[in-house]
């Protein structure tokens, strides 16, 4: 599979170790108000303390700085809203300028995220920007909603966290990636036992939300939001999983809200060992089925020699 960063020998040993990433992380919903003094407070639909009614640029963290425009077009104003996520555009430009030379930003938003940004400088994938420059203008063309960015410059990488079901990451793992933010836009497979079942669909929808945890207990919980069964396909029982199973669990994690999950869209690898996937058949075999000798005579089961049953040859002494 083509990555769209490599990455480096560092980064890895940074994710396996716990130690955390180099990168810079502009936070509009914790931060606002430090990132953008000049804004009396933020916005709701009757209060407008948090509208962008001129350009306004960042405080600067770690020499980098973000500029938001104000609207050039439709009726709402780019704005800090009063909600997660706090950052909401709906036309003009966000500038992202550093000191150094960029190499990628990462946007995080809602885990079902608002996003219509685009740029002619780099490459701008999903939520995820790649490329060679100091400044970069984002072009807004909609309803675009951010919590935080996180950028690398120069001899930086965003790690990659993809893994196999033979290393899936514990739950305690998964919750650590999550915290520290970066590299969640990879599909990764983590490993449980579920710990609580809120709802299974078994209607239109087909799928799942519960809880598993690396001990089966509430502790240390990640909530599996809106999962798929085995090989993807829509749960059919309330009774295809049970608090205790062991599963293998693929998706994308997220922190949404506090609360830190696979997005929706996930699905079940492995339960209790099974993955669904290119499981022999097992034929059944008939005790009772008819006996032939090998000239295609049906003859008892008392018969001596060699005989076929269920298309099977054996000796019957």
């Keep these: 599979m083509n990555k769209i960063l ?14 955390t990433f180099a990168q810079t992380v502009i936070d509009f919903d914790n931060n606002y108000a430090t990132l953008f003094p000049t804004l009396k407070g933020t916005s709701t ?8 009614t001129e350009a306004t640029t960042s405080t600067p963290v770690s020499g980098i700085t973000v500029t938001v425009s104000a609207k050039t077009s439709g009726s709402s104003e780019n ?10 555009m709906y036309s003009g430009t966000l500038t992202v300028k550093a000191d150094k030379t960029i190499k990628a930003i990462e946007f995080t938003c809602a885990s079902t995220p608002k996003f219509n940004l685009s740029t002619t400088t780099g490459t701008l994938t999903g939520l995820k920007w790649e490329g060679s420059a100091n400044e970069i203008v984002f072009n807004c063309g909609g309803n675009t909603q951010i919590k935080s960015i996180t950028v690398f410059v120069e001899g930086e990488e965003i790690p990659d966290l993809s893994n196999t079901p033979e290393t899936a990451y514990t739950v305690a793992k998964a919750n650590e990636l999550i915290a520290a933010g970066v590299g969640l836009d990879a599909e990764v497979y983590v490993k449980g036992i579920i710990s609580e079942i809120k709802n299974v669909d078994t209607g239109q929808y087909g799928n ?3 809880a598993i945890s690396d001990d089966g207990t509430a502790t240390g919980q990640l909530v599996v939001y809106r999962g798929y069964y085995l090989n993807k396909e829509k749960f059919t029982s309330a009774d295809q999983i049970k608090v205790g199973d062991a599963v293998i669990v693929c998706g994308k994690l997220v922190n949404f809200n506090g609360t830190y999950e696979f997005t929706s869209g996930n699905y079940i690898h492995s339960l209790n060992g099974t993955t669904g996937i290119n499981n022999p058949t097992v ?8 006996v032939y000798n090998l000239a295609g005579q ?3 089961m008392d018969a001596k020699g060699i005989l076929i049953q269920n298309g099977r040859k054996f000796i019957n002494k």
Excluded: H, Q
């Design 6 to 19: 490599r990455i480096s020998l560092l980064s890895l040993l940074m994710v396996f170790c716990g130690t």
């Design 45 to 52: 639909n009757t209060d407008k303390s948090g509208d962008f």
């Design 79 to 88: 704005r800090i809203w009063s909600g997660s996520p706090r950052l909401r």
């Design 208 to 210: 799942a939300e519960y």
């Design 283 to 290: 034929n059944v075999l008939d005790k009772n089925a008819p």
């Design 298 to 300: 049906r003859v008892s």
